[in-house]
Structures are given as structure tokens and as C-alpha cells.
């Protein structure tokens, strides 16, 4: 079973999240998955499965939208 790390930010609290594909058995069958990292001890804990994926996924870099989102009402401009 091997992690491999997609995406890593920083939310508008203190905590950094990372977006991560974990490998069932050395395939490229897995699971994507958010997880945290404890501000405290450094250690990255899971706090969502998104769903299976069927390959590694592989960032593109494209703008999908030039909308905002406002952070505390939700409301996209």
C-alpha cells in the first residue's frame, strides 16, 4: 500500500489539509481521501474518503472557473 500526495493547502484556520490516493495492494486501484495534519503532534490523520479511484490521479493544472467563493456565507461571485 503506498500514499501518494495530490494536493496540499492551507485552510483559513491554522490547520494544513492535503488531498491524498492511497493504493490497495501495489495497483492503481485506490482510494482518495482529505487529510489533516495535528498542528500540534505533525501528524496527518484522515478526515474524509472521497470515493475509489482507478489509477493515479494526476493534477492538470486548469482554471475550471474564475468564480469566487465568499468563505463565510458560501455565496459564489
Known sequence: MSE????????PAPTPMRLIFTTYGGSAHGEVAL???DV???????????????????????????KTINQFTGEKS
Open 35 to 37: 487529510e489533516f495534519q
Open 4 to 11: 501518494y500526495e495530490i494536493a496540499r493547502w492551507c485552510t
Open 40 to 66: 500540534d503532534s505533525g501528524e496527518w490523520r484522515k478526515d474524509t474518503t472521497l470515493g475509489r479511484a482507478n489509477g493515479i490521479p494526476e493534477p492538470k493544472g486548469e482554471k475550471v472557473s474564475s
